[in-house]
């Protein structure tokens, strides 16, 4: 038996480059919990409901601008028209996914969900189990590897970066420019990189003051992109650095006057306090003397309302 019963007149067929809000929207209209994606009229991936979640609501990325080449996952098993149940339940359990897409031709022609299956009653209950069983196995194992999701290796000849890696780049990117917005926003300094630099001297500098420990709290709260930029190893606490040297160092760096220095100082620190737990900020004014904890505020911006 083949899989005509399983070919659809109207299949939700987006682009690559189409956004994941877009997606969504897809999917909501539609009422359904996945799109498939082609591009040149050939299946490159599929977004499913949990993706645009887990990936992008969870991961904090934009909808607007976080496309579905970012979130898809790459290679997705499919079935021809003349295949049968058995081959998408043997795909389904091989891969642990609950939807094939059915090709004609290499074309997109219909798909096949295990509700569909359950449904028809194409399927028996020791089936589906196999199935479910299957995908539980491979979620289980991909967790302990540190994975939020299992997904099928890529081809040789397509992108090698799994969607997890794009995840975590997208998402990292994300949240470092949203830091560095801040910075240039509440330092009024006039380009990026000025920000960035004031972000990198003060930051080091107060990771120097406290004990290394400390250090690796306060930066493991912020965007990972940062860390990479911080001058380490952490080998405090430094009792030379003061209030002063670091607006000594910015002053030099930046090319500021004295009060200007003192201002992007605590400018900065706002920014930092904002950006990580209120625990973890009385943990670093803790460590640090009397004359350096007016530096962060006990109650950051975000926090005051």
Known sequence: MSLESYRRPRL???HPRASTREAARAMAD?????????????????????????????????PHTTTLRDVMSDEVASVDIDDNI??????????????????????VVGLVTLDDLLIDGAVSLDEVRSVVC????????????????????ARPDIDTRSRATRRREARAENTYNR?????????????????????RIVLSNVCRRLTPGEAQHLVAQLPSKLAITLDRP?????????????????????????????????????????????????SVRAELPTAMKDMFPTMPLRRAG
């Open 12 to 14: 939700v067929i987006l």
């Open 30 to 62: 539609n009422h359904i919990g996945a799109v498939l994606v082609t591009e040149n009229h050939k299946l490159i991936g599929i977004v499913t409901d949990r993706d645009v979640a887990l990936d992008v609501v969870a991961g904090e990325l934009d």
């Open 86 to 107: 058995k081959d998408v339940l043997d795909i389904m359990r091989k891969h642990a996914c609950r939807r094939v897409p059915v090709l004609s031709d290499e074309r």
């Open 134 to 153: 299957a995908q539980l196995e491979v979620a289980a194992r991909f967790k302990a590897e540190g994975q939020t999701h299992p997904m099928v290796p």
């Open 179 to 199: 830091l560095l917005a801040a910075v240039e926003r509440q330092t009024a300094l006039d380009s990026r990189d000025k920000s960035e630099q004031a972000l």
């Open 234 to 282: 952490y080998e405090g606490p430094d009792k030379s650095i003061t209030t002063e040297t670091i607006q000594s160092d910015l002053r030099h760096s930046l090319h500021l006057i004295p009060d200007h220095a003192a201002d992007i100082l605590y400018a900065v620190c706002d920014v930092i306090a904002d950006s990580v737990s209120a625990g973890e900020i009385e």
